[in-house]
């Protein structure tokens, strides 16, 4: 059973491009958590998905973070107009349907913003 | 207030020996979940053990226990016969709500060194 699936796991982008983080929960997962870690910190929630729905969004910045789980396919987090502050590990995690206990992480995508 | 507090920054022990790191936590919700995560110098998160402020026993997981003190709420991870694998930051968390998916709440972590 194939763990919680990201990619890239390391993205560059340079000030003002886009980034598109992917996200493929466990099999049998339908809710999926982006958290993001800044250098020498603890995970901060981001934004909760079930399928097709944003269920909690309020770790989320109100501008140019965005994030999708749709019916088919991964979970994506897109961030328009990267600053360096944006610069980060991008962790996903989900949990399944029935028992929402435990997280389950991905490896991360780290993004560094030049 | 922090919703969940780790006090050490970092934390050394020999190999072979126990130790224990330390976590409280905050909430008012009478169900939550608290959880231990390691993260390797590699960067992964690794799920440990898990609690429920439910449960009657204190969790354990091989070599991984969790002494849990609800009056205190306090919630520390004990690593007995430690390893020099062992050697990472420590997160705990919380999830609030019994049963429902919910977002986990992390502390700032504890990195842990174990020498030889």
């Known amino acids: 059973n194939a763990g919680v699936m990201q990619n890239p796991r390391h993205l560059v982008r340079r000030r003002g491009q886009e980034a598109r983080l992917r996200c493929s929960p466990m099999k049998g997962h339908s809710h999926v958590y982006w958290y993001r870690q800044l250098p020498e910190e603890g995970l901060k929630f981001m934004v909760y998905l079930q399928k097709e729905n ?9 501008e140019r973070f965005s994030a999708e789980f749709p019916k088919e396919g991964p979970s994506i ?19 399944p ?5 435990t997280q389950y992480f991905g490896p991360g995508t780290r993004l560094l913003v030049l | 207030a922090q919703k969940i507090t780790q006090t050490q920054p970092g934390m050394f022990v020999q190999e072979k020996e126990a130790v224990t790191l330390d976590c409280t936590y905050d909430t008012s919700d009478p169900s939550y979940g608290l959880f231990w995560y390691k993260q390797p110098s590699s960067g992964e998160m690794i799920f440990l053990i898990y609690q429920g402020s439910y449960d009657q026993q204190n969790a354990t997981e091989g070599r991984y226990s969790l002494n849990f003190q609800k009056a205190r709420k306090s919630a520390n ?28 709440t992390f502390g700032t972590g504890t990195r842990l060194q174990v020498t030889l």
């Open chain 1, 54 to 62: 944003i269920i909690d969004e309020s770790g989320m910045p109100k």
């Open chain 1, 77 to 95: 987090l897109r961030i328009q107009q990267v600053v360096r502050g944006d610069s980060a590990a991008y962790f996903c995690a989900s949990s």
């Open chain 1, 97 to 101: 349907a029935s028992r929402g206990e």
């Open chain 2, 77 to 104: 991870l004990v690593i007995s016969a430690s390893q020099l694998g062992d050697s990472a930051m420590y997160f705990c968390a919380m999830r609030e709500g019994r049963g429902t998916a919910s977002k986990l």
